[in-house]
């Protein structure tokens, strides 16, 4: 991912959903489902209507570059 800031970084899919849940992430655990990612006024959405906000990804990220 690249952030307005430039930040860049790679969002590990797995890792986020191994240590969450919800009915809206269980249909991302399918590799194929997971795949129909799109972007929809900056933010990661899947067609379940699911939208992942940017700001807590860029602060996954930015951990990971830390760790």
Known sequence: MTFSDHARG???GAAYLSS???PLLEALRTPA???RCFIDAGAPCWPN???LSAAPLHELIEAEQTT
């Open 33 to 35: 489902y997971f795949a």
């Open 10 to 12: 790679i969002f590990d």
């Open 49 to 51: 209507g699911l939208a």
């Open 20 to 22: 969450r849940q919800g």
